[in-house]
């Protein structure tokens, strides 16, 4: 038995199927965005993070799949939550996110409407998104 659970946990580590916690998986998404440390995203750094590391082809919009790709391959999120959290995410439902959705994701993610989106701000729009955020929901499958 203590070879199976070793080989399971070594084919694991080789093929990278690691999945974080949804908190990680936030402040290391903060991390990613926040580019200058100051407690703020600007529309450029949203921008940046999302077209700069998903848009895999550069052509100006994030397909589902090149999404779903990026965001697994960098946070260990599962493929059905980062599924989820696209649809969450594409405002206009049409199968991709663009700078459209960038931009009104942004007005959404400004609670306070004072046109800065803190770090506070920015964890709590991903929770609020992604489907093991505050919907109670068992995320361990």
């Not at 995203?41 to 949203?46: D, K, M, Q």
């Not at 090149?66 to 696209?86: N, P, V």
Request: glycine letters at 8%.
């Amino acid at each position: 038995m203590k070879s199976l659970a070793l080989c399971v946990s070594l084919i694991a580590c080789v093929f990278g199927v690691t999945h974080n916690d949804l908190a990680t998986i936030v402040e290391m998404v903060i991390v990613d965005t926040d580019v200058d440390r100051d407690g703020f995203i600007s529309e450029a750094e949203l921008q940046s993070e999302f077209l700069g590391r998903f848009d895999s082809n550069n052509d100006g919009i994030i397909v589902k799949n090149e999404f779903i790709h990026g965001w697994t391959t960098r946070y260990g999120d599962k493929h059905h939550h980062t599924e989820e959290f696209f649809n969450n995410i594409d405002l206009n439902g049409n199968g991709m996110i663009d700078t459209a959705d960038i931009e009104g994701n942004m007005v959404v993610i400004d609670t306070n409407a004072d046109t800065l989106i803190s770090v506070d701000e920015y964890r709590a729009f991903i929770l609020a998104k992604h489907p093991c955020g505050d919907h109670g929901l068992d995320c361990t499958a």
